[in-house]
């Protein structure tokens, strides 16, 4: 189970990052984390190849001191076990933007409220292959 994490990432409103990873053969699921902490997650992107009942889909959600908030649930998964994917997020302000390889863009709302998360986790059987920010 690969874990990395990144602590002074310096992600602001109006910067986009895009993330390339890598999920691995027989991979039943991974998360990108965006936040302070992880207790304190702004964004938990996570896509569920075969994990808590999901079958292929993207599963969304923040957590504060720890506690989840509500799902948001996604029909669309450009995603493949053993094959590389590529991420955009946008940080814009109230809300984040996820676009996918296929062309999808996701709105989630920004519930934690603020305009710069310096921490940055990706949890799962997933290599990290790069992460930009513009
Ligand atoms: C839980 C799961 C967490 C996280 C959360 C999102 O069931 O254990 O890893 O994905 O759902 O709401």
């Not at 690969?2 to 409103?13: P, S, T």
């Not at 990108?32 to 896509?47: K, Q």
């Not at 649930?73 to 955009?88: A, C, I, L, M, N």
Request: charged share 20%; with cysteine; glycine share 10%.
């Amino acid at each position: 189970m690969a874990d990395v994490k990144v602590q002074n990432l310096a992600f602001r409103a109006g910067q986009t990052l895009k993330v390339k990873g890598k999920p691995k053969s027989g991979c039943s699921g991974f998360a990108i984390n965006l936040g302070h902490s992880e207790n304190d997650v702004a964004l938990h992107f996570n896509p569920r190849f075969d994990a808590h009942g999901d079958l292929r889909t993207i599963v969304m959600n923040s957590r504060q001191g720890g506690a989840w908030g509500s799902e948001q649930r996604e029909s669309s998964f450009p995603f493949q076990q053993g094959e590389e994917f590529k991420v955009y997020i946008t940080h814009n302000n109230d809300s984040f933007e996820v676009k996918l390889s296929d062309g999808s863009v996701i709105h989630f709302p920004n519930r934690l409220g603020d305009d710069q998360f310096l921490y940055m986790q990706l949890e799962g059987e997933v290599q990290l292959v790069s992460i930009h920010i513009k």
